[in-house]
Nanobody
Framework: VQLQASGGGLVQTGASLRLSCAAS????????VGWFRQAPGREREFVAA??????RPYSTDSVKGRFTISRDRNKVYLQMTGLKPEDTAAYYC????????????????????WGQGTLVTVSS
């Protein structure tokens, strides 16, 4: 499966963005999906993930209450509100082809398909 992330941009502190991850070459519901981000000079980190069923969204503590992950038949979304300068990063979506129906995965090693990054820049 090929993943395409989109929706990044340059925004001011407090603004909102919605990132999308689209898949081609496979049935998207067969995959658990995660969002990761990598800021300049830092390691890539987990942001949020959602199960194949869509019933198990999970996000890291630093974005809880601000970011929401969701999915429909064709895409996975990361709704980001209350953006802060520290959210500035390249955001990547990833898919796990061996996922169980209601499980979420937070480790990079769980994911075997990755999209290109979409850049989010939050100015102060």
């Amino acid at each position: 499966v090929q993943l395409q992330a989109s929706g990044g941009g340059l925004v001011q502190t407090g603004a909102s963005l919605r990132l999308s991850c689209a898949a081609s070459g496979g049935i998207f519901n067969d995959y658990a999906v995660g969002w990761f981000r990598q800021a300049p000079g830092r390691e890539r980190e987990f942001v949020a993930a959602i199960s194949r069923s869509g019933r198990r969204p999970y996000s890291t503590d630093s974005v809880k209450g601000r970011f929401t992950i969701s999915r429909d038949r064709n895409k996975v979304y990361l709704q980001m509100t209350g953006l802060k300068p520290e959210d500035t990063a390249a955001y990547y979506c990833a898919a796990d082809g061996g996922a169980r129906w209601d499980e979420v995965y937070i480790k990079e090693s769980s994911y075997n398909y990755w999209g290109q990054g979409t850049l989010v820049t939050v100015s102060s």
